[in-house]
């Protein structure tokens, strides 16, 4: 069965630092990975989709990595910003279904 | 539609009593998911249709909830006599693959308590 873990659970930075996220996961045969935000009370809005086949993906101050075969993932955010607060959940895809993390709640501060 | 959209947002229901979430997808998506999100937790899998067939329901936690998409097209999650336990957060999302190739978009929620 699919496990994915999130460090940290929690994760408080002054604005415009840089920080990582990590997710791992216990099956490295998976089609993709997909990293979203939550907002509290809110729905999940995917950031950043990488297929099994690529290394990386970047969408303005994001870039996500993709090490298979050790099932690892990193979600890197350049220059933090207090909008960035939210839930940043990691979740890979297996057969049919997306497994997920518990997830990393971020609070950057002004 | 421009998104995943799910009604009601917010649904109370006495212990008992049989509730419907219902999901519409993005148009033209040929696949739906339900996920379960308790509180604190990551979402959790329900249930998955490819068009209007239901090709993994292992993940529903009963015989008390059902899933049907009978046009391929709008969803409804069916919970009956519901249990406090039943208490949490339910995700609908759509994908234009069959399975989950490309990006899944997931609707707001429907947050159920069962008082």
């Known amino acids: 069965k699919q496990e994915v873990t999130q460090i940290p659970a929690a994760l408080s930075v002054p604005e415009g630092e840089n920080l990582v996220l990590n997710c791992s996961f216990t099956d490295s045969a998976i089609y993709n990975l997909q990293w979203f935000r939550q907002d509290p009370g809110k729905g999940l809005t995917s950031l950043l989709l990488?297929?099994?086949?690529?290394r990386e993906q970047t969408s303005g101050r994001l870039n996500a990595s993709l090490d298979k075969s050790s099932g690892r993932s990193t979600l890197y955010i350049a220059a933090s910003q207090p909008g960035d607060s939210a839930t940043y959940l990691c979740?890979?895809?297996?057969?049919?279904?997306?497994?997920f993390g518990e997830g990393t709640q971020l609070t950057v501060n002004p | 539609g421009a998104g995943v959209s799910q009604s009601p947002r917010y649904k109370v229901a006495k212990r008992g009593q049989d509730v419907a979430l219902r999901c519409d997808p993005i148009?033209?998506?040929?696949?739906l998911f339900w996920y379960q999100q308790a509180l604190g937790q990551g979402p959790e899998f329900l249930t998955y249709?490819?068009?209007?067939?239901?090709?993994?329901k292992s993940g529903l936690p009963s015989d008390r909830f059902f899933a049907e998409r009978p046009e391929g097209s709008v969803s409804t999650l069916k919970i009956q006599r519901t249990q406090q336990e039943d208490s949490a957060v339910y995700l609908c999302?759509?994908?234009?693959?069959?399975?989950?190739?490309?990006?899944?978009?997931f609707g707001q929620g429907t947050r159920l308590t069962v008082v």
């Open positions: 249709f490819q068009n209007e067939a239901q090709l993994d």
């Open positions: 148009s033209g998506h040929v696949s």
């Open positions: 999302a759509s994908s234009s693959s069959r399975g989950l190739n490309t990006e899944a978009f």
């Open positions: 979740a890979v895809t297996s057969g049919s279904r997306l497994t």
């Open positions: 990488i297929q099994s086949s690529q």
